[in-house]
């Protein structure tokens, strides 16, 4: 029988392929055509019956699928060690991100963020184009176009989550051209029709490994109440973003949840769903887990984030309940890496 012709065999590693049965298979193999895994087993089998154009040896190591990392935030790897996570860190977060950043700037974050990603074996995550206190670069489409630019040269698969910033509107943003520097006051209205303009510029990109998702800032009425005219503008904003995200059929995800907010976000704006992943989410009662079993939200739990310090995501009441758990890296500043495995390790303490 003549050979399958591959472009490249793995052999003589420990094939971990993570199926249903958790096999181990010492001595496995995998080869690949193109972009595609065309079979796996054992390295005799799979020598015998492909002509590869590309051998790798993996003798002594581990041969297992990408992992995912299901929550980060771009523009954080150029800020690394930039002090801890307190109000400081939030000023930080908006002076750079809103008013000091330009494309260069997203561009030179995006290409250390995936590679860091690919340096520990992720190879597809979730990004926020921001972060602090929510604050997204949301006020052109040049920058969200300079992190997927990137992103689709590294070749990752990557979920980029854009969306507006949390109030007051309109909020400031700069424009730096060399020296010169343009402020401008970007209102709601605005942000939204840039977040579309992403979408459409972006989502899809590298036969479609690079993608966009829609978020929106987590309201936390655990610390202020939310009432009257504040709550129905709050509705409001929650629709058109929901509105946007199904138009486009696109990943809805919301950063920061704790005890008290998916019950609101549930309640009283439908932001819940089978495409929504809600991050953190620390002291969630029994009902709020009910509330995630039945609408099919997923919760990314970030084990090494200052969020998981304070509080406790209830991961094994949520699997237990039939939830989807991902974890994620929160990464990459102020104080936390790409390094899935390590925050397996702090995930399991």
Not at 81 to 94: F, I, P, S, V
Not at 182 to 207: G, P
Not at 284 to 306: D, F, M, R, W, Y
Not at 323 to 341: H, I, K, L, Q, Y
Request: hydrophobic fraction near 35%.
């Amino acid at each position: 029988m003549p050979k399958k012709t591959s472009s490249i065999l793995i052999k003589n590693g420990i094939l971990i392929p993570m199926d249903p049965v958790r096999r181990i298979i010492e001595g496995g193999a995998v080869a690949i055509e193109g972009d595609k895994i065309v079979e796996t087993g054992k390295t005799e089998e799979l020598v015998k019956k492909h002509q590869s154009d590309i051998v790798i040896d993996a003798t002594r190591m581990v041969i297992m699928p990408g992992l995912m990392d299901g929550h980060a935030h771009a523009g954080h790897s150029l800020l690394r060690t930039l002090g801890m996570h307190n109000d400081t860190w939030y000023k930080a977060c908006e002076d750079i991100y809103a008013t000091g950043s330009t494309t260069e700037y997203w561009e030179a974050d995006s290409a250390l963020l995936n590679l860091e990603r690919l340096k520990f074996g992720t190879t597809c995550g979730i990004s926020f184009l921001g972060g602090g206190d929510s604050i997204m670069r949301i006020d052109d489409p040049k920058y969200a176009r300079a992190h997927c630019d990137a992103a689709e040269k590294i070749g990752v698969r990557t979920f980029m989550a854009v969306g507006p910033r949390r109030p007051p509107y309109p909020s400031l943003y700069s424009d730096w051209s060399g020296e010169a520097r343009r402020d401008l006051m970007v209102d709601y209205e605005e942000q939204i029709a840039v977040t579309e303009k992403i979408i459409e510029e972006n989502h899809n990109r590298a036969s479609g490994r690079v993608k966009v998702a829609v978020m929106h800032p987590t309201p936390h009425p655990e610390v202020k109440p939310i009432l009257g005219q504040e709550l129905a503008d709050l509705k409001e904003r929650a629709k058109t973003v929901r509105d946007l995200s199904r138009k486009y059929n696109l990943m809805f995800t919301m950063d920061g949840h704790s005890r008290g907010t998916v019950k609101f976000c549930h309640e009283e704006l439908g932001f819940t769903g089978p495409e929504a992943i809600f991050s953190h989410s620390t002291g969630l009662t029994a009902e709020e887990i009910q509330i995630c079993k039945e609408t099919g939200t997923n919760i990314a739990h970030n084990p090494s984030a200052v969020a998981s310090i304070m509080g406790r995501c209830p991961v094994p009441e949520l699997i237990d309940a039939g939830v989807t758990v991902v974890m994620g890296s929160d990464a990459r500043a102020p104080d936390r890496s790409f390094d899935m495995f390590r925050h397996m390790f702090q995930c399991i303490r």
